[in-house]
């Protein structure tokens, strides 16, 4: 399997602040990463540093063996890089259908595929940005996302803020999305028990460096880890009432 992304010996921050220092990483094509730790550990600013949002102090940068250390965030979404940000950045004065189409670059991802993916965005298809709730929203965000061809996928906290039937609805589309479809991706996500079993492998960044690095599946079941770098308590077995 061919590797997609490469991140060596990268450091980073905004202005005269650094926020990662000497992070590599290597993601090959198909596969899914889970970007993991605490609050404040440098989880959006790497996905940032990936867009071309940060400063970056040393290191490079490859997508699909080419060097893109020193293109321009708009270059690294023509070279195939999709992202979801926090914010979503959505277009809220347009519909649903116009927000898909205002972005839209050939290949296999067209609205009738992003509609299949995301059958409550098929419903509203004629509603503006504004006019959905923040579920939708973010199916919406991750639709645009699609709708550009990416080759690497990045969601910054996807799941953020949402009612527990909208997370489990995203949930199942990221999951055929990831396993399915086979679609490279990289997920910040607070909850690791929710994002463990979609993904293949996870980095914990504690401090700005990578603390962890390994398979999901691993880590999912090593409760000391998840207990000592992400605050994770382990489930108990319910309890038994008697009769």
């Known amino acids: 399997m061919s590797e997609l992304l490469a991140l060596n010996d990268i450091s980073a921050g905004y202005g005269e602040a650094l926020v990662l220092s000497g992070v590599s990483l290597t993601l090959d094509e198909g596969k899914s990463l889970a970007l993991l730790g605490r609050n404040g550990t440098g989880k959006t600013t790497l996905l940032n540093t990936i867009v071309g949002l940060t400063r970056r ?21 023509e070279a195939g890089i999709g992202w979801v940000p926090q914010e979503r950045n959505i277009f809220k004065s347009l519909t649903v259908d116009e927000n898909l189409t205002a972005v839209m670059r050939p290949g296999p991802w067209d609205c009738a595929r992003i509609y299949a993916m995301f ?43 949402l009612a527990p039937i909208i997370v489990d609805e995203l949930l199942a589309a990221l999951g055929r999305l990831i396993t399915q479809e086979g679609m490279s991706a990289i997920l910040v996500e607070q909850s690791a028990r929710k994002i463990l079993p979609l993904t293949d492998h996870a980095i914990i960044l504690e401090r700005g460096q990578i603390a962890f690095s390994g398979d999901s599946a691993s880590l999912a079941s090593d409760h000391s880890t998840l207990h000592n770098l992400l605050g994770v308590a382990e489930r108990k077995p319910a309890a038994v009432k008697a009769h």
């Open 57 to 77: 102090r040393g290191g490079t940068l490859r997508l699909g063996g080419k060097d893109i250390t020193a293109l321009r965030p708009d270059q690294r979404a």
């Open 119 to 161: 059958p409550r965005l098929a419903e509203r298809k004629g509603n503006m940005g504004n006019q959905l709730s923040g579920g939708e929203q973010q199916m919406l965000a991750i639709g645009r996302a699609l709708a550009l061809n990416p080759r690497l996928l990045l969601l910054d906290e996807p799941l953020e803020g």
